[in-house]
């Protein structure tokens, strides 16, 4: 029948029902507006039929009844109702005051059980209302029966065996009402149906007003009252809805949480008998009438299938609660009942139940030392639950399951945290208002704690969203936060499905998709809003806790998992464990293997966003808002901290130093460019980044293979960015700062940057070379590493200060649109090197006088000719390959391009003579013997334009250089026979003419002499006296070596090979042959090879002409370089015999003169 049926819906856990003698403590001398009813008990009564005819059930629904037939009569008698016919067979629906209600309200097979009746007439709808009378009798009726000293021995009486085997039951004082109370306490121990069906009975009577409670009323009688929460008399309210009244009293008593300085506080005693209440009802929402009459419907529409008992259709109803189709009354009255579970976990019958030995076994019990309130709040139990579950201590599935589902109640509404409501009031007033549903408050409060948003939250309310993610633990299972899950779910089954549903590692996953393709817009504010909070508290990142909690006691002396110390804050740990992460062995106590997998995770996951460093956000907020306030998207809050490093307050420069520091170590932390150098990593650098620790060999990898077809424009942005932050200090450059730390201290102290450190030791290694010292000052493995950050330096202007700041201003004015890598803005410079300002101008001299010196630095050469250098120098000395290359470039297998850039070079050097380190030391005698008025009048970091080799030039056609110098420059007069580019007096002073005269030879750019040779040929036609002067010298070199003049020495190269093969190159001996035999008739030369030479003699002639010797030596030169060599030599000789003769006969006159003046 259906008080049974209900009953059988009811397997509640009711920790305590207290029943006594209401009537007389509570009501005085009236009760329904009556004298007190003294609850008769005459000996002849019988209970009524039992509802059920299970033998099993029926003893207990006897005794129950045989008690509530006498609480029948008295209730009749005390509501004025008509005597019954029966003493021992009075039924509440023979009573003319409740039939009308009945007939109306009830279905007639309930009518024979007073229970059934009862449950039915006090369940009816609101609307539904009874008839005075019915009320008052109701009323007495349940009074009555629950004060009635036979109720207390019908239980002994059905609950024999169980109250003898319970102890603390069988020792409690008999006519208090503490016996029941202490079975429903240990219900889950009976064993006896009977037992358990009695007890289950009587528990919607009792609960269907508070003033049927035990002690309720003594305790909340002041509160009711100035609270104004409902009638204490009988008539002045609905007697059977008095479960409003406790529904406002638990308002009242949440509201106190929330606003403790605008409500009047409630007494201690009756928050306690509030909490009790709900607890009591915590197994079933029927004894919650407030809740039961709220969510009636929304019950039958969500939960129509979920068996009544153990709090379930709470949880169905919880689970629910954010349904468009949830009425607002009930979804109040669910809050309502969630706010007393957060300040008591007991109001949950279900989570009380499934955790009850794990609060024993890990010690979550209350302690008798500690205020109740602190140790039965729900936030303590899931702590110190949580706790145990990181430190990988047994808590049972079915305990875990309950705390997963209350965590994600915490999560979705904020307002069951009183300490959010409390402390971020303001702040979801001005900037979260109407996101009450599923989370989104709490994550609008989390952006704006996060600083997204132009305002931020003040501290306490920053500590309260802080303590509510440690007691909700996300981080653990991302469906614990609802926002997330939602917002997530499809990157998560896109990106993630391979990873276990609700495994913590799927936070992980979500990050390292962080700003890709398969990441959406609202997952990634939900996610960074999120991990803002876990990254300040190093526990609420499970498997890191689980790897590590071992390691920070060890080295960080922390404590428990939701314990705090002020000497080691949550925050501060983390930063702990990283520095002892990268120790070497030497440096002793590291972090064991796991752990330092799961503390690089970390910061990889933290150079996503700045605000993901709580150490990095604290000390550089300012700095932030003054020179990165612009820079939003991904890592560039961190990129511009390192640019302005140097502009940055000393606390904040510390912190983004070190961890510049250690990204030099492990570039993999900085997620971002690894994820975007993902196609170079693979094809070239898959060695090193598959290493587990990285020590700096990665980053290398990428410099070097920069300019590779996979490296796309934001690795190699990326890349040089993090090149240019190394610029700033040593330290920033793992493998250097390792390889040359020692030398630094000792050779360089005080020098910071790295820049001027590699500056110090490579003058020091230069000084030592030079010096020819026995040992070097510098370390084998410091010089090594010294060259790789010589040669990386080389390839961007930027990462050298001393050349890029005084080049800016020529940069943006003479190269605007050239790119910075591949040291094409360098190349830019050199080709404008006449237009640039003074200061740039004598930098880019001195970094072409460093690269002709050790080729190597000089970028662009080794990068254009890498397979040439492979193919012809590869024996070669770094510091010859440049000589190498000249000697082989007009090969048949010179590469064009390495040949250009070769040429390019070989102009360069023939500028001035300092820039030819092999001709500076063949000729270091010569240079100052024959050419120091130029260099008295030469700067040091200007060129000389070639004037000194046109000076030495000039002495070697008057044969007077030393053999090296000689040799050196014959090798130039060649190349620059071939190249008229190469001479640079002759560019500078004929280009006007070349144009003009000789514009198709110089288009052709076939480099073998065709446009010298145009010169010559239009030698007349020259106007400019400066080219014709430069003409007439290359006429005047040809004279001295035919090797000079390419056009000439092709013509005559079989007459050479025929005639002259005996004659020793050089000093103009083979021309000397060639014009002899020009001059003997019996030798016929080729005619291309006569036709040319007599040319040449008509150019002399004209040289001779209007070029007349400047001295003995170019008389000499012109003389020995004649045709008429031997006439006028001839004729020298007589000259000198005429003369010698004169002068003997001359002087045999005066001294006959001088002896005849003697004799007078």
Same mark, same amino acid.
């Given at each position: ?727 700033? %200090?040593? $330290? ?7 390889? @040359? !730390?020692? /030398?630094?201290? #000792? &050779? +360089? *102290? =005080? ?44 390839? %961007?202007? $930027? ?7 005084? @080049? !800016?201003? /020529?940069?943006? #004015? &003479? +190269? *605007? =649109? ?58 070669? /000395? ?283």
């Amino acid at each position: 029948m259906a008080a049974y049926s209900y009953s059988q819906l009811l397997p509640l856990l009711l920790w305590s029902v207290c029943l006594c003698d209401f009537g007389s403590s509570v009501f005085g001398s009236k009760a329904a507006g009556g004298p007190p009813a003294e609850p008769p008990n005459p000996p002849g009564l019988r209970a009524a039929d039992p509802p059920d005819k299970d033998a099993p059930a029926a003893a207990a629904a006897a005794a129950a009844d045989d008690a509530a037939v006498a609480a029948a009569a008295a209730a009749a008698v005390v509501a004025g109702a008509s005597q019954p016919r029966r003493t021992t067979g009075w039924k509440l629906s023979e009573e003319e005051a409740c039939r009308g209600d009945l007939s109306r309200l009830c279905p007639k097979h309930t009518w024979t059980n007073n229970l059934a009746v009862l449950e039915c007439l006090q369940d009816r709808r609101e609307e539904s209302e009874l008839a005075p009378d019915c009320n008052h009798l109701l009323w007495s009726y349940k009074l009555n029966l629950t004060t009635d000293p036979k109720f207390e021995s019908v239980a002994t009486e059905v609950c024999k065996s169980t109250i003898a085997e319970i102890k603390e039951c069988n020792e409690e004082e008999r006519g208090k009402g503490y016996l029941v109370s202490c079975l429903v306490d240990h219900r889950g121990n009976v064993s006896e149906y009977q037992c358990n069906q009695y007890i289950t009975k009587m528990t919607s009577i009792v609960f269907s007003d508070y003033r049927l409670i035990c002690g309720f009323m003594d305790k909340c009688r002041e509160d009711i009252i100035s609270l104004h929460c409902g009638s204490i008399n009988v008539g002045h309210k609905d007697v059977h809805s008095q479960g409003e009244v406790i529904a406002c009293l638990e308002k009242a008593l949440v509201r106190e949480a929330e606003q403790p300085d605008r409500v009047r506080p409630i007494g201690e005693e009756c928050q306690r008998a509030i909490l009790r209440v709900a607890e009591l009802s915590s197994d079933d929402f029927h004894l919650d009438r407030h809740l039961y009459f709220s969510c009636r419907d929304d019950r039958e529409r969500f939960c129509q299938n979920t068996q009544a008992g153990e709090g379930k259709v709470y949880k169905c109803l919880f689970n629910h609660k954010f349904e468009e189709a949830m009425s607002e009354k009930c979804r109040d009255a669910l809050t309502t009942r969630q706010k007393l579970i957060s300040q008591d976990y007991r109001v949950s019958y279900s989570l009380a139940k499934a955790c009850k030995t794990d609060l024993r076994k890990q010690r979550c019990s209350l302690d008798s030392n500690l205020p109740r309130a602190r140790e039965a709040r729900l936030s303590y139990l899931l702590l110190c639950l949580e706790a145990a579950v990181h430190r990988g201590r047994p808590v049972s599935g079915e305990c875990q399951g309950e705390m997963l589902d209350y965590r994600r109640m915490l999560m979705e509404d904020f307002s069951l945290s009183p300490e959010i409501v409390l402390h971020c009031r303001t702040e979801i007033e001005a900037h979260c208002s109407g996101l009450h549903r599923k989370g989104r408050t709490l994550h609008c409060l989390m952006r704006v704690g996060r600083g997204d948003r132009s305002a931020t939250v003040d501290n306490i309310c920053q500590s309260a969203l802080q303590t509510l993610i440690q007691s909700a633990d996300p981080g653990a299972d991302y469906r614990i936060d609802r926002a997330l899950n939602e917002a997530c779910e499809s990157v998560i089954q896109t990106a993630c499905k391979h990873i276990r549903n609700g495994d913590p590692m799927i936070l992980s996953c979500l990050m390292e998709h962080l700003y890709t393709e398969k990441m959406v817009q609202d997952c990634e504010h939900r996610l960074l809003e999120l991990q803002y909070f876990i990254s300040r508290d190093w526990k609420l990142d499970p498997v890191l806790y689980k790897k590590c909690h071992g390691d920070a006691a060890r080295l960080c002396h922390t404590h428990g998992w939701n314990e705090t110390s002020e000497l080691m804050p949550p925050g501060a740990v983390f930063s702990c464990l990283y520095r002892h992460a990268y120790r070497t062995e030497e440096q002793g106590r590291r972090l064991s293997r796991d752990c330092k997998v799961e503390v690089q995770r970390i910061l990889h996951q933290r150079a996503l966003d700045v605000k993901l460093d709580p150490e990095l956000q604290k000390r550089c907020m300012t700095d932030l808002g003054k020179w990165c306030s612009e820079k939003t998207d991904a890592g560039q809050e961190l990129e511009c901290l390192q640019d302005h490093l140097e502009d940055l307050v000393s606390a904040c420069r510390e912190v983004v130093g070190n961890l510049t520091e250690l990204e030099s170590e492990d570039i993999q932390i900085d997620a971002l460019l690894i994820r975007a150098c993902e196609p170079v990593t693979q094809a070239h650098c898959h060695d090193v980044a598959d290493i587990q620790i990285d020590t700096g060999d990665l980053m290398e990898c990428l410099v070097q293979n920069k300019h590779q077809k996979e490296m796309n424009e934001k690795c190699s942005v990326g890349v040089t960015h993090f090149q240019l932050v190394q610029m700033k %200090d040593f $330290r920033f450059s793992y493998k250097f700062k390792m390889a @040359c !730390k020692e /030398d630094v201290l #000792r &050779l +360089c *102290p =005080n020098i910071k940057k790295k820049v001027d450190v590699v500056i110090c030791l490579s003058t020091t290694v230069k000084n030592d070379t030079l010096q020819e010292a026995k040992e070097q000052r510098v370390s084998l493995k410091c010089r090594k590493q010294l060259r790789v950050e010589e040669l990386e330096m080389s390839e %961007d202007i $930027r990462l050298e200060p001393e050349l890029y700041d005084p @080049c !800016k201003s /020529d940069i943006s #004015r &003479l +190269c *605007p =649109n050239v790119a910075f890598g591949n040291a094409q803005m360098i190349e830019c410079l050199k080709e404008q090197k006449k237009q640039l300002s003074q200061r740039c101008h004598q930098r880019i001299f001195r970094l072409q006088e460093v690269e002709m010196t050790d080729p190597e630095l000089d970028y662009q050469l080794m990068r254009v000719c890498k397979q040439m250098i492979k193919r012809f120098c590869s024996d070669a /000395d770094a510091r010859s390959v440049l000589q190498c290359l000249k000697q082989n470039k007009n090969s048949e297998l010179m590469d064009p391009k390495c040949k250009q850039m070769i040429t390019k070079r070989q102009i360069t050097q023939n500028t001035d003579y300092r820039l030819n380190p092999v001709l500076r030391k063949a000729c270091r005698a010569d240079i100052p013997k024959f050419c120091q008025p130029i260099l008295n009048k030469a700067s040091d970091d200007s060129e000389l334009e070639g004037q000194v080799i046109g000076c030495l030039k000039l002495k070697y056609t008057d044969q007077r250089l030393s053999p090296d110098c000689e040799d050196q420059i014959r090798v130039i007069l060649q190349e620059s026979a071939l190249d008229y580019r190469l001479d640079p007096q002759l560019q500078m002073h004929c280009t006007d003419e070349i144009s003009r005269l000789c514009a198709e030879e110089a288009a052709a750019q076939e480099q073998t002499g065709q446009v010298e040779e145009c010169l010559k040929v239009n030698l007349l036609k020259i106007k400019q006296e400066a080219c014709k002067k430069e003409v007439l010298n290359m006429l005047k070199e040809s004279k001295a070596d035919i090797f000079v003049d390419p056009v000439l020495h092709t013509a005559c190269a079989l007459d050479l090979k025929h005639h002259c093969a005996a004659i020793t190159p050089g000093r103009g001996r083979q021309m000397s042959c060639l014009m002899e035999a020009l001059q003997d008739k019996r030798v016929r030369l080729q005619p291309e090879c006569k036709k040319r030479l007599q040319d040449r003699i008509d150019m002399w002639s004209y040289a001779a002409k209007v070029a007349p010797a400047e001295g003995f030596s170019d008389l000499a030169m012109q003389v020995m370089t004649s045709p008429s060599k031997n006439y006028i030599l001839l004729m020298i000789a007589l000259s000198v015999c005429v003369l010698f003769l004169v002068g003997l006969l001359c002087g045999r006159i005066t001294k006959q003169v001088t002896r005849e003046l003697k004799d007078r």
